[in-house]
């Protein structure tokens, strides 16, 4: 009867024990920059944790023969290529799979050499779960996926053309050492929504022992329920944003949580009956929570196929590229902006012509969510609310806790060089940004190329996916590569020292 807990706050993972008449601490685990998904290792007595905002997965060993769960030893950590995620540990290939807590990025951890061995891509984002088949040959996870070529009208929505939720299994041993579209060969694909029922925002899966597979459904307030074979998901209506689930001990139930209405519905799985259990009383919402609320709601949208989140994972972006018509124009797909930290970063929008938050709500709903009602000024206001109470990560430097003489001086030199390039006349001020367009040297589809600068603050949160059209992939891609507002070629010493002080901001 122990359990562990994340406590973001505090940047720890806590250790309990259940008693008869409630809970006691056993022990503390320091996990720094947010601890995101938790995973017991019975076959090496090791729980592992991920570091959303340290890029990183921690893992500490269990004393042989403690039965207290209390005497920890904190092994090495492994830095990962992307913001740490969902964990399948494989034990029968001697590996830990991480996903991105955002975006499309996976890495392959060896259990025995702690560091990433293999990394690539996954067509899908905002991945909320990983199983894998009892004989580990397959690995299958819900997710979203958002097609940039499909323009963000109803036309293209409805089918689930420009964002779709489903569930994708794929070959381990391809998974494990195939990059590009070669990891998708031989695999399996089920969408989980359909027209008039877009499923929105898969939140949390949990998988029985005979098979059964339950998805819940964050944005749309239900659960799908089915086998691996099966044609058609049965969905079953819970509480509000559903966002874990689990099968009872005998498996005749299934547990729903439910963040949004504080409360636990059990759903008999023979009847398909639902019992709600409220787990307090519910009080008003006041703005903030009201704006959050919408945000995680794809009914919303059109059929029901996103949210907010669904491109903005959890306030932040999903690195992808979305055609939408911010710009002015189709055929023009542009990089999903982090909503995080950007209440003081006005104008809005790639081409710096939107002046407010709540236009850009407005603007966002009808149009690129295309919702098949009008907003009302009271959600478009409570929305903005939420986005502009959103704060910004910690950079990379801050969440590794990365200190010390020498990394201080080679920020000095980077800070330097940041100024003598001019870096600073587009990306000033505190926010490190501006509020004119300007031409930079980049032109999109339809000759385009005056771009109002992002904020640099937090940039190394988003290193991945960089540039308007997300050409670069890495903070040294942006100099090295694209030569991006040079004035002048940088040495490999250089080129460091500007890197690493964009990743301090």
């Not at 998904?37 to 905002?53: Q, Y």
């Not at 012509?353 to 478009?380: C, F, W, Y």
């Amino acid at each position: 009867r122990v359990f562990a807990v994340v406590e973001c706050n505090s940047q720890t993972i806590v250790i309990m024990r259940l008693l008869p008449h409630g809970v006691e601490t056993v022990c503390r685990l320091s996990a720094p920059g947010t601890p995101n998904d938790l995973v017991w290792d019975e076959h090496r007595r090791e729980l592992l944790a991920t570091g959303i905002w340290s890029q990183r997965l921690y893992r500490w060993k269990l004393a042989a023969n403690d039965s207290r769960f209390t005497q920890w030893t904190a092994r090495e950590q492994a830095d990962l290529p992307m913001c740490g995620g969902c964990i399948l540990v494989l034990p029968e290939h001697q590996c830990t799979l991480v996903v991105d807590a955002f975006g499309r990025h996976y890495a392959v951890v060896g259990n025995s050499e702690f560091s990433v061995q293999h990394e690539s891509l996954l067509y899908g984002h905002n991945v909320t779960g990983l199983a894998a088949t009892k004989d580990e040959s397959m690995v299958f996870f819900p997710h979203q996926l958002l097609n940039e070529f499909a323009r963000s009208v109803r036309t293209d929505i409805t089918w689930g053309g420009m964002m779709s939720n489903n569930i994708r299994w794929l070959q381990t041993e391809r998974l494990l050492n195939q990059t590009g579209e070669q990891v998708f060969k031989k695999s399996k694909f089920y969408p989980l929504g359909s027209p008039g029922n877009g499923a929105g925002d898969p939140s949390s899966m949990a998988v029985s022992s005979a098979g059964r597979i339950a998805v819940t459904l964050g944005g749309t307030n239900r659960v799908a329920i089915g086998n691996e074979d099966d044609y058609y998901f049965r969905q079953v209506n819970v509480g509000y944003r559903p966002v874990d689930c689990a099968f009872s001990h005998d498996e005749s139930l299934l547990y729903v949580v439910n963040q949004f209405s504080d409360s636990l519905s059990v759903i008999d799985l023979q009847s398909m009956a639902v019992q709600q259990i409220s787990l307090g009383p519910l009080r008003e919402p006041n703005e903030v929570e009201y704006g959050e609320q919408l945000f995680f709601n794809s009914r919303i949208s059109h059929d029901g196929w996103m949210s907010c989140h669904s491109c903005h994972s959890q306030g932040h972006t999903n690195g992808q590229l979305n055609d939408n018509f911010s710009d002015g124009s189709y055929g023009t797909p542009k990089r999903v902006l982090s909503l995080l930290g950007q209440a003081d970063t006005m104008p809005y929008a790639w081409s710096g012509k939107v002046d407010s938050l709540e236009t850009q709500v407005g603007h966002s709903i009808r149009s690129t969510m295309a919702g098949d009602r009008e907003p009302s000024p009271n959600m478009i206001r409570a929305i903005a609310t939420y986005v502009a109470a959103l704060a910004s990560p910690p950079s990379l430097r801050e969440a590794r806790l990365e200190h010390g003489p020498s990394a201080e001086g080679q920020l000095e030199r980077g800070r330097r060089l940041f100024s003598e390039l001019g870096c600073a006349d587009c990306h000033s001020g505190e926010r490190l940004t501006s509020g004119e367009a300007y031409d930079v040297g980049l032109w999109d589809e339809n000759g385009m190329r005056w771009f109002n600068p992002p904020s640099l603050v937090s940039v190394s949160q988003r290193q991945t996916s960089l540039l308007h059209d997300a050409r670069a992939k890495s903070l040294r891609d942006v100099f090295e590569r694209e030569q991006h507002q040079l004035s002048k070629p940088l040495g490999e010493q250089e080129l460091d020292d500007l890197v690493r002080y964009l990743k301090s901001l």
